[in-house]
């Protein structure tokens, strides 16, 4: 993918994540699997659930998929799979599909890349809820291109404000 097309969707996707800002309280009622309690009474280092917001604002713990580009979907992660699940750390590995957007985003082709993820930067919500802030996408093999050559090896992406 050209990297002028590269640069607007990953701009969409820092401005939609930013827009999801808040946590809806029934999705968080119940703690998650891998989820910790404060680590002091009265510290809020550490929430008792951790989540990451969709692009509807509604906090998932361990998503089996989730969209990257809330504007236009397209690029979004699937299958993914969790290696682990914490208040500062959550990685799985699954594949990203991108949209190549050639010769425009309508008529371009979804390509698919395996990709190890990492979500982190959690910060508290208000007590009882936290969220992770950004999303790193490290890919093992092929990855999208970028100005006509390959991407970045790594790529981190802010998930809010």
């Not at 939609?16 to 119940?30: F, H, M, P, S, Y």
């Not at 009265?42 to 692009?55: A, F, P, Q």
């Not at 969209?67 to 299958?79: G, H, I, Q």
């Amino acid at each position: 993918m050209k990297l002028r097309r590269l640069v607007p969707m990953i701009a969409t996707a820092i401005c939609c994540a930013a827009l999801g800002a808040g946590v809806t309280e029934a999705a968080l009622a119940a703690p998650a699997a891998g989820a910790r309690a404060p680590h002091a009474a009265g510290s809020n280092r550490y929430s008792e659930v951790t989540v990451v917001l969709n692009c509807q604002d509604r906090a998932q713990v361990r998503p089996r998929s989730l969209v990257l580009a809330c504007a236009d979907e397209n690029d979004y992660l699937t299958r993914l799979s969790w290696a682990s699940w914490g208040p500062r750390l959550a990685r799985a590995t699954g594949v990203q599909n991108e949209n190549d957007c050639l010769p425009d985003c309508a008529a371009g082709h979804f390509h698919s890349y395996r990709v190890d993820v990492e979500f982190w930067g959690g910060i508290a919500v208000r007590p009882g809820e936290q969220r992770f802030t950004k999303v790193t996408l490290r890919y093992p093999g092929a990855r999208p291109r970028g100005a006509g050559r390959p991407g970045p090896a790594t790529v981190t992406i802010p998930l809010g404000p």
